[in-house]
Structures are given as C-alpha cells and as structure tokens.
C-alpha cells in the first residue's frame, strides 16, 4: 500500500506501553506504540538518508535501479540530495560524495555529458520525478545543495513547479531553508498556488551546529520564526536539536496555514523530520517525544528493531520468544563494527 505521511498518518493518543517507552512524562503526552495501533501502520517513518540501505553495497551514486531497489525493500521513503551542473540539470547526489567519488573538485562545474560519462546511471532530478508519479512507492524529501552559488533560486522554483505539475504534493517534499524562500516558492506557481490542491511540504532545517547550549541539550529554538508556522508543514532537527527543549516552541509554531496538512491534535514533535539517527537508543529517545519521521543511514536495521518492539506491544506475552528481549534483536549485534561508517555517512552540510 502507498502511504503519504503527512495526510494519512494516524499517531493513536493513550498511555505508554511501559515496553517500548518511559513513563509519562511533561514532554512526551502520548504513546509511541500503542496497542491500538496494532492493527493498521506503525505511526513512524523511516527515510533512507542519501538512498542507502546501511549495507557494504551502498553507494554515493543514487541510480534509477538502485531506487527501485529501495522501494522494493520495504523502506517507506527517502531523503535524497540534489545538485546541478553548469547547463542546470538536475542530479540526485550529495555534491561534497560525488565529488570524492568522481575524483573532481567540483561536481557543480561539470557537463551533463561529462557527468554521466563519469557515472553512467546517475539518476537525473527529472527522472526521478516521473518515477514517483508513475507509482514508486516512496515518499522523497528533496534537499538541493548548492544555496551559495548563482541560479540556486531558479532551481528551487524549477523545482517546486515540476512538483506541482507531477501532483506530487503528498509524495515529494524540499527542504527550504527560510519562510521568506518558501514564501516566494509558492507565490512563484502562480494560478497552480491558487487551485484545490494541497500545499507543498516544505520542510525547515534546523542545525545543532553554532547553536547554544544549556545542561548538554542543543537550543535551536531560536531558529524558528514566528512566520514558519504559517510556510513550513514539517520542522527538520538535527538529532541533537530534537531535544525537549525544542518543544518550548510549539505554541509560537501552532499557527493557520500550511501547517492545517497536519492533524490539529498532533503532538509538536510528530511534525519533525529528524536526521540523522542511526542507532536504536537515539530512536528510542526520539520516539518518547512523539516524533514520527526519522531519517537513517541504516533503514533496514531500524526497521527491523522497530519491527521488534512493535512485535512486544502488539503479541500477547505467550507468543513471543523469550529472546525478543532477554538479549539483544539481531540488528544491534554489529553496532560496533558499523558505528564508524555511520558516523562517517551523517548529513555533510
């Protein structure tokens, strides 16, 4: 079944189940697993940060097979980076690993031509467009890298108007870095702004990076502007910024707007889409805020230590195995031996 996170998910309210979650707490009103929601979608989506599946096959170059394969995995969706050459077409890729790569100093300076000679099979932005209205299922979150240089702007309107033209609203999200940017996106589709349709999702970066701190928790609170409510359907923290103190902004953040894509009853943190949590206690602590999108160098593994403390909340004590947890779920057996590469696979900025 395809699913579309922001309009169709249900997050169930109720106690925790003491399994998967701490008690109650002030900054975690709700359940993360809840034994009503047993019988439909468990409320949390896992994107595949970059396109990789936390195997030794992964590679920096995102292919229309190597996409397809995803999907075909069980992944629900995908964060995926974009960058453009210097005749403006649209690649998927993380520029700074494409370019380490290819051996060039700069992916952007280079020609379509010279770029798919380099690596036949690139997937190009547009290709990957026609894939998700043709059926992929996944939903994709869109960063176009590049927001220094010239033409940055136009490719982000080109963008948002191709998104539109697809209707892929539900499917195809883009990272925007300022309400003023999204602001002038919308107003850029014109007469297709103004139809029935639903908004584009934008998502709202937000970096732990320069950010102050208090008692070891990042306060990236201070990124967020009143008008964001009003532009943004989704905030993107860092894993160090999704922290409690960041729900002290909610209240300036319930606004009208774009923000009405998502259910009036959802917790704040359920709005977040946070990168980029690779080990199974990093979700835990996640999930007992309420968030519900989480992206990961590791899709797979997290799916299935998912998949375990679903199995915990929804089987009845006499159906599970008395390993579910007296040791450790098979995911978490090399956690050591991947931590390295998955510290070296985190979001490059």
């Not at 798919?116 to 979150?141: D, F, H, M, Y």
């Not at 195995?321 to 098979?330: D, E, G, I, L, N």
Request: glycine letters at 8%; proline letters at 8%; charged letters at 20%.
């Amino acid at each position: 079944m395809r699913m579309h996170p922001v309009n169709n998910l249900d997050v169930a309210g109720g106690t925790f189940h003491s399994t998967l979650c701490a008690a109650p707490s002030t900054y975690a009103p709700r359940a993360c697993i809840h034994p009503q929601d047993c019988g439909g979608a468990t409320p949390l989506v896992i994107f595949s940060h970059r396109g990789a599946l936390g195997l030794p096959s992964d590679s920096p170059v995102v292919t229309e097979r190597s996409l397809i394969a995803l999907a075909h995995s069980g992944v629900p969706a995908a964060d995926l980076d974009l960058f453009w050459t210097r005749d403006r077409t649209l690649f998927v890729g993380h520029p700074v690993a494409m370019a380490a790569h290819l051996s060039v100093a700069d992916v952007f300076a280079l020609s379509t031509d010279e770029l798919e000679l380099r690596s036949p099979g690139v997937l190009r932005g547009s290709r990957l467009l026609e894939l998700a209205a043709g059926g992929l299922n996944l939903t994709v979150a869109l960063d176009v890298k590049g927001q220094e240089r010239p033409g940055y702007g136009r490719q982000l309107e080109r963008l948002s108007r191709q998104i539109r033209s697809h209707q892929l609203e539900s499917t195809v999200w883009m990272w925007v870095w300022s309400a003023r940017v999204a602001s002038r996106l919308r107003g850029s589709l014109g007469s297709l702004s103004a139809s029935k349709r639903p908004p584009l999702v934008f998502i709202k970066p937000l970096r732990d990076v320069g950010a102050p701190a208090r008692d070891g928790q990042s306060l990236c609170s201070s990124q967020i502007n009143a008008s964001d409510g009003e532009e943004f359907v989704l905030l993107g923290p860092s894993r160090a910024c999704a922290n409690p103190t960041l729900l002290d902004a909610a209240p300036g953040f319930h606004t009208e707007g774009s923000m009405t894509v998502m259910p009036r009853w959802s917790p704040f943190a359920s709005r977040w889409l946070t990168w980029t949590v690779d080990e199974p206690h990093e979700l835990q602590a996640l999930l007992r805020l309420g968030v519900r999108y989480i992206i990961t160098n590791r899709p797979l593994a997290q799916l299935r230590f998912v998949s375990q403390l679903r199995a915990a909340v929804c089987q009845p004590p006499a159906a599970q195995s008395s390993r579910s947890w007296s040791s450790p779920p098979p995911p978490l057996a090399d956690r050591g031996r991947r931590r390295g590469a998955s510290e070296r696979l985190r979001r490059v900025e």
